[in-house]
């Protein structure tokens, strides 16, 4: 627990560095998603034990590092990776199979995109977009929180036994509690200290943030769960003590951020 614990300390200032950082140096949220996304689709390659097979691995680890700066040109990209993928798995039919490069090419896809939404987010606001990007972060990171502490001391349900052992019902509801409460005292960190009440936060959108929010991270987290039993794979990493790999970490993030996207576009969370 305490080297979750470090290592989720760790993840957070690195997070906050990034928003501190983002008037002096903007690219840096493009860098990190860039190095999150491409570490993750190499850790998914690793698990599948498909690194040897260049002609997979090279376009895919460049699409997912190359997604976070293609902007509007994200679509005509990801049309030339595809053409690029299918031309060598027709070239290399003997050995690979289209199993594979449909597992390899469906998460190449959805988790470049998906973190790519943490990008989109800040471009909606032109002075608070890191408020939203954080958000985004934030509702599903306090939910894994909220649902770990929960769950070890409370946790008697277990929530999806067959997919998710660990998970318990205790636990979501914790998550859920905790959630919500940290997205309405940070609306109001940020309105009444941070900006001295010159900005109006909207606390219905950030209520829906935590509420909601917790429910996609909860769906994100179990979905990756199925993967790994689908593909038999424990653990996509252990680069980060206590959390696993960055696709561990960053599995309820990819299901958070296009819904605080969504949920942002139509109801802005500052006003």
């Not at 008037?23 to 993750?40: E, G, I, K």
């Not at 998460?107 to 958000?135: E, K, T, W």
């Not at 993967?227 to 960053?250: A, Y």
Request: one cysteine or more; charged letters at 10%.
């Amino acid at each position: 627990m305490i080297k979750r614990v470090v290592s989720g300390a760790v993840l957070v200032l690195f997070l906050a560095a990034v928003i501190l950082f983002n008037r002096s140096f903007p690219l840096a949220l493009n860098l990190v998603v860039a190095l999150v996304s491409a570490a993750s689709v190499f850790e998914l390659t690793k698990a599948l034990g498909l690194e040897r097979k260049w002609f997979l691995f090279l376009p895919s680890l460049a699409m997912a590092a190359a997604a976070s700066f293609c902007g509007e040109n994200l679509f005509a990209v990801y049309c030339l990776y595809t053409l690029v993928l299918f031309s060598a798995m027709l070239r290399y039919h003997r050995e690979t199979t289209f199993k594979e490069v449909a597992v390899l090419y469906s998460m190449v896809v959805m988790i470049p995109s998906a973190l790519n939404c943490l990008v989109l987010l800040r471009g909606l606001s032109q002075d608070h977009g890191m408020f939203y990007v954080l958000v985004a972060v934030l509702a599903a990171w306090v939910a894994d929180v909220g649902a770990f502490f929960a769950g070890t001391f409370f946790g008697k349900h277990k929530l999806c036994p067959e997919i998710s052992p660990k998970k318990t019902v205790e636990g979501a509801a914790g998550g859920l509690v905790l959630n919500v409460a940290v997205m309405l005292l940070w609306g109001l960190v940020l309105s009444r200290w941070f900006y001295h009440g010159q900005v109006q936060v909207n606390f219905l959108a950030l209520f829906l943030a935590g509420f909601l929010g917790t429910f996609v991270s909860i769906l994100g987290d179990l979905s990756f769960s199925l993967i790994k039993r689908g593909c038999h794979i424990k653990d996509f990493g252990q680069v980060i003590p206590g959390h696993g790999g960055i696709l561990d970490r960053f599995d309820s993030v990819i299901f958070t951020a296009p819904f605080l996207y969504l949920l942002a576009s139509y109801l802005p969370l500052t006003v």
